[in-house]
T-cell receptor, first 116, second 116 residues
Framework: AQSVTQLGSHVSVSEGALVLLRCNYS??????LFWYVQYPNQGLQLLLK??????LVKGINGFEAEFKKSETSFHLTKPSAHMSDAAEYFC??????????????FGKGTKLSVIP | GAVVSQHPSWVICKSGTSVKIECRSL??????MFWYRQFPKQSLMLMAT?????????EQGVEKDKFLINHASLTLSTLTVTSAHPEDSSFYIC????????????FGDGTRLSIL
């Protein structure tokens, strides 16, 4: 079984400040991990993915995430927040099981607000 | 690349009617497509998984006779909400994936369904 916990349903940062969105996962096998962003009334856009290559993964829009097996974490960071980063962020895990369908399990999401 | 088109983006209809939502992968072949439902301020709830040419696999609690899914080709899946009622009003999102477990799902922009 797999699960995802996103700490903090709402995070506020000032424009230009560091963004840190937390994600912890549980998986019985080595996981595949993803971060998605959702803007209002839209679908989800892939920010980055971890698939057992480099533990530090760089994504789009200046975001990156680090896979830490010992902490079962995959936190998302961005050095300097921009107003356009305000959105809902979802962490998701797939452990490669599910009879080939490889379903994603999503966290509950973290809403990021950026204060000018 | 990896564009998923979902249509329509917004539907308002009377109770008792059926509504069809299309999900197309525009620039890749989707071996698997997923249908999600999202309630306000919540995460995505997986409704069903479909592989091309096979019957969809529904999640527990999802009525297969109410939510008909057809995955007739590698680029098209449809969700038909039959005899829709106000409680079916929601945001429905499809996603498509090609390849194995490490490949991300690519999402459509969602369909806002409002049943009067």
């Amino acid at each position: 079984a797999q699960s995802v916990t996103q700490l903090g349903s709402h995070v506020s940062v000032s424009e230009g400040a560091l963004v840190l969105l937390r994600c912890n996962y549980s998986s019985s096998v080595p996981p595949y991990l993803f971060w998605y962003v959702q803007y209002p009334n839209q679908g989800l856009q892939l920010l980055l993915k971890y698939t057992s290559a480099a533990t530090l993964v760089k994504g789009i829009n200046g975001f990156e995430a680090e896979f830490k097996k010992s902490e079962t974490s995959f936190h998302l960071t961005k050095p300097s927040a921009h107003m356009s980063d305000a959105a809902e962020y979802f962490c998701a895990v797939s452990d490669g099981t599910g009879a080939g369908s490889y379903q994603l399990t999503f966290g509950k999401g973290t809403k990021l607000s950026v204060i000018p | 690349g990896a564009v998923v088109s979902q249509h329509p983006s917004w539907v308002i209809c009377k109770s008792g009617t059926s509504v069809k939502i299309e999900c197309r992968s525009l620039d890749f072949q989707a071996t698997t497509m997923f249908w999600y439902r999202q309630f306000p301020k919540q995460s995505l709830m997986l409704m069903a998984t479909s592989n091309e040419g096979s019957k969809a696999t529904y999640e527990q609690g999802v009525e297969k006779d109410k939510f008909l899914i057809n995955h007739a080709s590698l680029t098209l899946s449809t969700l038909t909400v039959t005899s829709a009622h106000p409680e079916d009003s929601s945001f429905y999102i499809c996603s498509a994936r090609t390849g194995g477990a490490g490949q991300p799902q690519h999402f459509g922009d969602g369909t806002r369904l409002s049943i009067l």
